[in-house]
């Protein structure tokens, strides 16, 4: 019988791990979903898992591009059926953020790095149509409603500062769509907003009110493909709707809101924000939202609860500690959580995964709990396009997963966090390193990284997953210390009537049974669940005693 990679991982680790008592259980129902303690897990569709081979070549692309910049074969389809295998859902993960699964520019380009491709979804060439290489509207449809159908949201990536670079393939949009200079030189508002990214990725120009006409090369396309009447009859009926201008911004946003109100999207991870006006996001959030709310009438079986819309910002170089006010140079800040986000992507968390436990989870709770109160951050320590990840060579991957599954704030885990997969490749430059293909092979063979092996990691970071999915406090409650060592803390949340409390105990000795300090938590008597372990005890002087050793206790009264 032939294994799938999960099955024969999950056996693996089993073998790895078999001094503890037994496997932690699925994730009791009852505690309420909640943005501040999502797990979302960021995959480059094209990147995670190849789910139809057939469309590998689309639109003529050759294989001639520079290390890790061309197209490898991952697809939507290949992302619905890690779902469907529990691949997901077993790590913990309540939410997927897809990178951008709209139409490419077709050629490739070389943008000082050598000829690259737009197989991470930045360079778009029409917001309306899905690249082929990543599958069909129907492919895109079966994802998110699989992902509904397994309690899993779906986060889309969109792009509303920039088109794709420009290429003899692929013509610059006209010039009342786009600027094609000067580039940016982040000095302060203007010399960030009003400029280029970089050299040929021509930025829109999303300040003005002034009506536009189509893009020609848009036009010519819709009619190829026998779509054009149908698009403009939307497009009318929108700017009639809204009364906006027919100004770029909005064409954007109309075709942006689509996504959610045709597949019922929950949420958007808003790209390289800093470098449009602020007021455009929350313009962006208004219609997405009525997007959100149209597709969860229309989809009552399919929703998942009834949260609103979510947003969070892409604000590059932004920490926690900026809290609500972003310095953009030259004396001026932006709050752009008072601009239609819910949430900043927190790019210090690599960093000041540097410190300590208690600094770094204190620190977090009280910028939560304090000037932040009512939003949150996602905190990552590996992405995409941050050349400097925490341990890129995986040396450290068990301390990886309880620093960032256990802060609090949202939890970024970047495709391959959990896996071990090296952020280095042999002849690639700048930010290729980040982007190599998921390590399945590795996972299923169970390879050596450093002083672990690839399953036991990937173990790890799924008990302390499934423990965060069930447990809202742990990103976001209150965080507070109870003893030094072993290090040990608790969590306490409260929202709408409910309540969760938890206390976690990491560098455990792994050669003996220790007493965990429990008191003012949970009272002498109550049996408690360790979720690493899945053993249970009964509470005794306000302390609690498993009866096997490991290196973290996890413990909740479920």
């Known amino acids: 019988m032939k294994l799938s990679v999960l099955a024969a991982a999950a056996l693996l680790a089993s073998n790895a791990m078999s001094s503890f008592a037994q496997a932690a259980a699925p994730a009791p129902a009852g505690k309420p979903f909640t943005w501040e303690n999502a797990t979302v897990y960021f995959l480059l569709t094209d990147r995670f898992n190849n789910g139809n081979p057939a469309n590998d070549r689309a639109y003529g692309r050759k294989d001639d591009a520079a290390t890790a910049r061309g197209f ?78 397994n309690g899993i949201r779906v986060i889309l990536d969109v792009v509303m500062n920039h088109t794709g670079p420009v290429t003899a ?14 580039a ?31 893009p020609p090369l848009l036009v010519a396309k819709w009619k190829k493909e026998g779509r054009y009447e149908r698009e ?49 996001w929350k313009e962006l959030k208004k219609e997405a939202s009525l997007a959100y709310e149209d597709w969860k009438r229309a989809n009552p079986g399919k929703r998942l609860g009834d949260q609103p819309f979510f947003m969070t910002s892409e604000v590059y170089g932004y920490s926690i500690r900026h809290a609500r006010k972003y310095d953009m140079g030259g004396g001026e800040h932006v709050d752009y959580l008072a601009n239609g986000f819910d949430n900043m992507i927190n790019f210090s968390m690599k960093s000041d995964a540097q410190q300590g436990y208690e600094q770094l989870f204190s620190d977090y709770s009280k910028a939560l709990h304090g000037e932040m109160k009512g939003y949150s951050v996602l905190n ?4 995409h396009d941050d050349g400097s990840p925490f341990d890129p060579l995986r040396q450290r991957p068990l301390e990886a997963a309880n620093k960032l599954l256990l802060a609090p704030g949202a939890a970024q885990v970047y495709y391959g966090d959990e896996t071990a997969r090296v952020l280095k ?39 302390l997953g499934r423990f965060r999915a069930a447990h809202p406090s742990v990103g976001a409650g209150v965080h ?25 105990a990491l560098d455990l000795p792994n050669d003996k049974v220790v007493a965990i300090p429990v008191g003012g938590v949970f009272n002498d008597g109550q049996t408690v669940r360790d979720w690493y372990t899945g053993a249970s005890a009964v509470v005794k002087d306000g302390k609690v005693r498993f009866g096997s050793a490991a290196p973290v206790a996890l413990i909740a009264q479920d």
């Open 72 to 149: 490898m074969g991952g697809d939507l389809a290949g992302i619905t059926a890690k779902i469907k295998e529990g691949y997901f859902k077993d790590l913990g993960v309540n939410a997927i953020w897809i990178t951008p699964p709209v139409e490419q520019i077709h050629a490739g380009t070389d943008e000082g790095t050598g000829k690259s491709y737009g197989f991470h979804g930045y360079w778009a060439r029409d917001f309306t149509a899905i690249d082929a290489a990543l599958g069909t509207e129907d492919d895109l449809r079966t994802l998110v409603d699989t992902a509904h159908a």
């Open 169 to 182: 393939q692929d013509p610059a949009w006209p010039s009342s769509w786009v600027r094609t200079g000067p």
């Open 184 to 214: 940016c030189t982040y000095k302060d508002v203007r010399t960030t907003v009003d400029c280029t990214l970089v050299k040929n990725l021509p930025d829109f120009l999303t300040a003005g009110n002034a009506n536009v006409a189509l």
């Open 232 to 280: 403009v009859k939307e497009l009318d009926a929108f700017f009639k709707r809204t009364g906006y201008p027919r100004a770029p911004r909005y064409y954007l946003m109309k075709w942006h809101a689509d996504y959610v109100r045709k597949y019922g999207f929950d949420g958007f991870r808003a790209d390289t924000v800093k470098h449009t006006e602020p007021g455009v």
């Open 380 to 383: 990552y320590l590996s992405s």
């Open 425 to 463: 490749i042999e002849g690639a430059e700048g930010d290729a390193n980040l982007r190599s293909f998921m390590n399945w092979e590795e996972l299923a063979s169970n390879a050596q990284r450093g002083a672990h092996r690839v399953a036991e990691v990937r173990e790890h970071w799924a008990r």
């Open 480 to 504: 507070q210390m109870i003893q030094h060592s072993p290090y040990t803390f608790k969590r306490t949340w409260q929202k709408d009537g409910v309540s969760d409390r938890v206390v976690v």
